[in-house]
């Protein structure tokens, strides 16, 4: 079975700080890695994935994400935080193995970007 | 592009009634999934078709939900009778093919049972 881990519920930086919100996850075989991001009554937006090649996938609004094969994770980042990135953020993952293909997502952490 | 259509946009409903929720799949694509997100959580799959058939729905309540996806394009989940605990954001996604590596999500219906 996959499953994701976000271990902070929220994050909390100041507008123009990095910022980093973290993602373990477990699957049989090669992931796929996705980050989403929502809005308050909004769908899931796409943000980055990784399916192969460089360890270092960059995405849309300026994130960036690493996926690091011996620690299991795919950390979300951004050098420099804006206030309108505060929203609510899904990592999630497909295994390659097994039947259909289907996203299994973490629990979400909430980012919060003050002034 | 248009994106993937999902109506009504919020629904309240008292328990034991039924409600249904409509999707519209980007044009071409063969695979539509639903998800339900309960507050808190992140979406959790109900059922995955490609085309009309269905590939994975392990974890849709059939005692009370039930989806089909007519002609392959469109899409209905519903929920019949509803429970206090299937309050939730109910999302509908679509991908082009099997890769499993393009899905766009709609903007999901949220349901309160009361």
């Known amino acids: 079975a996959q499953s994701v881990a976000q271990p902070e519920d929220q994050v909390n930086v100041a507008e123009g700080n990095p910022l980093t919100v973290k993602c373990t996850y477990s699957v049989s075989g090669n992931p796929y890695l996705f980050w989403y991001v929502q809005y308050p009554n909004r769908g899931l937006q796409f943000l980055l994935k990784y399916i192969t090649g460089d360890n270092l996938v960059k995405g849309s609004y300026g994130f960036e994400a690493e996926f690091n094969k011996s620690q299991t994770s795919f950390h979300l980042k951004k050098p420099s935080a804006l206030v309108s990135d505060s929203a609510l953020y899904f990592c999630?993952?497909?295994?390659?193995?097994?039947?259909?293909?289907?996203?299994?997502f973490g629990t979400g952490t909430q980012l919060k970007v003050e002034l | 592009e248009a994106g993937v259509a999902q109506s009504p946009r919020y629904k309240i409903i008292e328990k034991r009634q039924s409600v249904a929720f409509w999707c519209n799949p980007i044009?071409?694509?063969?695979?539509l999934y639903w998800y339900q997100q309960i507050l808190g959580q992140g979406p959790k799959l109900l059922i995955q078709f490609q085309n009309n058939g269905v590939v994975d729905d392990s974890q849709l309540p059939k005692d009370r939900f039930s989806a089909e996806r007519l002609k392959g394009v469109d899409s209905t989940l519903k929920i019949q009778p509803a429970k206090l605990e299937d309050s939730a954001v109910y999302l509908c996604?679509?991908?082009?093919?099997?890769?499993?590596?393009?899905?766009?999500f709609g903007s999901g219906t949220r349901l309160t049972v009361v």
């Open positions: 044009s071409g694509h063969a695979t």
């Open positions: 996604a679509s991908s082009l093919g099997t890769g499993g590596y393009d899905y766009t």
């Open positions: 999630a993952v497909r295994g390659l193995t097994g039947g259909g293909n289907k996203l299994t």
